[in-house]
């Protein structure tokens, strides 16, 4: 059974940072590519970045301006999202998924509905 969790939301000052975690199982996360989406109320899910299973990253959202990193450990399954200089506009519930074929540059992150799995998301609240 394959489980998808995220970890590392929380309630933060504008300005400040936090580290997203994202723990699999039953998955060849090796051989997986994993991305990061996020939600706001009332809009549509955005896709932030996808990162192949060789470490090539694609991004998709230009909201985080450089200020989010993207990462993974394959030995450990986990994937990472480092988020710095949060503004409160990046206020929104956080999202992992994972696709057992590539991100396919953006193809992935503009297309949520292709992920073979998603956890249950983090949230995220920034405050001015």
């Known amino acids: 059974q394959v489980q998808v969790m995220e970890s590392g939301g929380g309630s933060v000052q504008a300005g400040e940072s936090l580290k997203l975690s994202c723990t699999t199982s039953g998955l060849t996360f090796a051989h997986t590519a994993m991305a990061w989406f996020r939600q706001a109320p009332g809009k549509e899910r955005e896709g932030l970045q996808c990162i192949s299973w060789n470490g090539g990253i694609d991004h998709y959202s230009h909201h985080d301006q450089g200020r989010f990193t993207i990462s993974r450990d394959n030995a450990k399954n986990t994937l990472y999202l480092q988020m710095d200089n949060l503004k409160p506009e990046d206020t929104a519930m956080y999202y992992c998924?994972?696709?057992?074929?590539?991100?396919?540059?953006?193809?992935?992150?503009?297309?949520?509905?292709?992920?073979?799995?998603w956890g249950r998301g983090t949230q995220v609240t920034v405050s001015s």
């Open positions: 998924a994972a696709r057992t074929t590539f991100c396919g540059g953006t193809y992935f992150l503009t297309n949520p509905d292709k992920a073979n799995y």
